[in-house]
């Protein structure tokens, strides 16, 4: 099995937490976005949308969330994908949520600071990410985890984006609920490399002259 696989990308984090998880040996291939490694020939053959993640496990499979819960169902995961309908279809719906309400609204505020040099978050993005936090917030007011009071993909997915976010605004603002799973999740296998992945985008912050305003 191979995964290609760059530590600056949240959905890339999430497959590759997933693989720790389910204790899966995968062979890494490290693909760096700021070289452009994504739009060479040959990686365009593996996945003409050059984008990443992408599994190799004797076919070709890319979107992270699709390919967490293949590995999933693959192992026959109960507790990190339940096969129950109702309960999976709560685990479904927090992967959905990550994608289309939380993680597409970080990468519209970092995608033009690293490729076109904004300095700035705009007030529509900033007020998109704090009622998608909200949203996450009130979850976590009657369980521990997004899917109930035990991790399940759906903690993956959104911890990885959930980690960008922190290292983005400097924090995770008032958001109590939040931080407090933040620290729930370190029971996960992986949580220390997620984070160590993470890093590249807390050092770019560091370094900026420019500041950005915390989520409140």
């Known amino acids: 099995m191979k995964l290609y696989h760059t530590p600056g990308s949240p959905p890339s984090r999430s497959v ?74 709560i685990v479904d719906s927090r992967l959905y949520f990550d994608a289309t309400g939380l993680f597409v609204h970080i990468f519209a505020a970092l995608s033009p600071m690293f490729f076109k040099g904004t300095t700035e978050v705009t007030p529509e993005v900033r007020e998109k990410l704090k009622n998608a936090l909200k949203y996450l917030e009130g979850i976590l007011e009657k369980q521990k985890f997004f899917a109930g009071d035990e991790a399940t993909l759906a903690d993956i997915s959104i911890l990885s984006t959930v980690v960008q976010i922190k290292n983005t605004f400097g924090g995770l603002g008032n958001f109590s609920n939040l931080k407090a799973w933040f620290e729930r999740c370190n029971i996960l296998p992986g949580y220390d490399e997620n984070l160590v992945g993470a890093q590249m985008i807390k050092e770019f912050f560091e370094k900026a002259t420019f500041k950005i305003a915390p989520l409140e």
Not at 43 to 56: A, E, R, S, T
Not at 68 to 88: G, V
């Open 16 to 89: 590759l937490m997933t693989l720790r998880c389910l204790e899966i040996d995968v062979e890494i291939h490290e693909i760096d976005l700021r070289k452009g490694e994504n739009r060479t020939a040959d990686f365009l053959k593996i996945n003409p949308l050059g984008q990443i993640p992408v599994l190799d496990d004797g076919f070709i499979l890319t979107e992270s969330r699709a390919i967490m819960t293949y590995l999933a169902n693959s192992r026959k995961n109960e507790k990190l994908y339940p096969s129950d309908p109702r309960k999976r279809a």
